[in-house]
């Protein structure tokens, strides 16, 4: 099938009034912190990157993007761009694009990251005729980006200041490079920050022209409250104007970037409809892997009003369910867990007990019992709170990390969404 490169609306200025595009909140995590990026807050009516209404797994994703072409059906372009970075969740974000491009042969893919990790999943791009990639470079001085980027984490490892920057850097140009050896359209995001970057950017043009990029996005920093950055004001049109017709020397620019959600849907700069808004809550509710029919979920709890039991002491699971008409949830079962002892085999017996659970959530579990349950499709769920806000949440497919244990380790693992 030949794609039609040119009905990419970001990439196409005389595309965009005509074809819409679908980002998919598949991402989100993130491998670096960029001082000016908040995506904790989401409030329907703000229009930023790194905000997302809701998350979705690969096959919820696949049910929603089914639903949305039906309703708008002058979509071609399917992106993926967080609300974290893509290649921060490689396998959420690798399967979502496998499942598209089988259902959807004729679809654009696109995707917008921070080019960390981006290197080792060029060739699978280019397999899936992966058309456009977007790259946010800020700087290619890393004492500037040692401004812009509070951490970056790679291979299991923390790297701050400038070594943290020189690593990105680093990468994201190695990447670019990559990109065009493998035929891959290429787009640069710059953010404009003024008084960190602005007099750079001019620098970074020049750089990525040189490896082949094939258009500039220099786009306006949002004030976001929370962020390093929140007391630096945006920059003023006329030194955006400034700077995209200097970098223009070295590059075709992009000039229409409405700064998306990491959900928008639909014609650039329009907000997302209501119905297409309650088509992505819908796929949220469903189970991850929408084919399969596990209504409920397993909890293990001391006194059964809060999460904050081991597995491995848990002498019974209760479990819960929502009516889907009254859309609240209930205690249907309380069902006693095997005695302990017997590993490996104590186990397996659990995933027998809760087999129509789609998880199971407690406040800590070893290893052992977690692979044995997700090999049995069940997730195990560390997480600490109040059973009714949990089970709630995840059956209304709403952002509950808050409550996850591990959020509490690493900032950026916060809620939230956007693109490039
Ligand atoms: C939320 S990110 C998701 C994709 C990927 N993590 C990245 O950074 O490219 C999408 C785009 O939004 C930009 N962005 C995030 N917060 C922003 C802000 N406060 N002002 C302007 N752009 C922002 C990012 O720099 C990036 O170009
Ligand atoms: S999601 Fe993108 S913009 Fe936000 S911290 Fe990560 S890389 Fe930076
Ligand atoms: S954020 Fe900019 S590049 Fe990304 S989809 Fe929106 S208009 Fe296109």
Known sequence: MQLKLENHPCFNDSARHKFGRIHL?????????????????????????????????????????????????????????????????????METLRLVRKEFPEMLLCVATNGLNLMPFIPELKELEVSHVTITINAIDPAIGAEIYAWVRHEKRMHRDIEAAEL???????ALSALKAAGITAKVNTIIIPGVNDRH?????????????????????????????????EPPADMVADIQKATSAFLPQMKHCARCRADAVGIIGEMNSEAMTEKLHEAARLPKNPSETRPYLAVTSLEGVLVNQHLGDADRFLVYGMDPATGTCSLIDSRP????????????????????????????AGDSPTKVLNTKGIEVMVLEGVIEDAVTGLFKGEDIRHMTRNSRKHACSGTGGGCG
């Open 337 to 364: 867990a095997p005695k302990p002892g017997g590993g490996q085999h104590r186990w397996e017996a659990v995933a027998d007990l809760i087999g129509d659970c789609r998880a199971l959530l407690c406040s800590s």
């Open 168 to 174: 990105l850097i680093g990468n994201q140009l190695a």
């Open 201 to 233: 950017v001019l620098a970074v043009a020049e750089k990525v022209s040189e490896l082949g990029a094939d258009i500039l996005n220099c786009l306006p920093y949002y004030n976001t409250k929370e962020t390093v950055f929140e007391n630096i004001e």
């Open 25 to 93: 909140p598949v991402a989100p995590k993130c491998n670096i912190q960029c001082n000016y990026c908040n995506r904790k807050f989401d409030c329907m009516n703000e229009n930023r990157p790194g905000v997302s209404s809701r998350l979705l797994s690969p096959g919820q994703a696949l049910h929603y993007l089914k639903q949305a072409v039906l309703l708008s059906p002058n979509i071609s372009v399917v992106g993926i761009a967080g609300p974290g970075d893509p290649f921060a969740n490689s396998e959420e974000t």
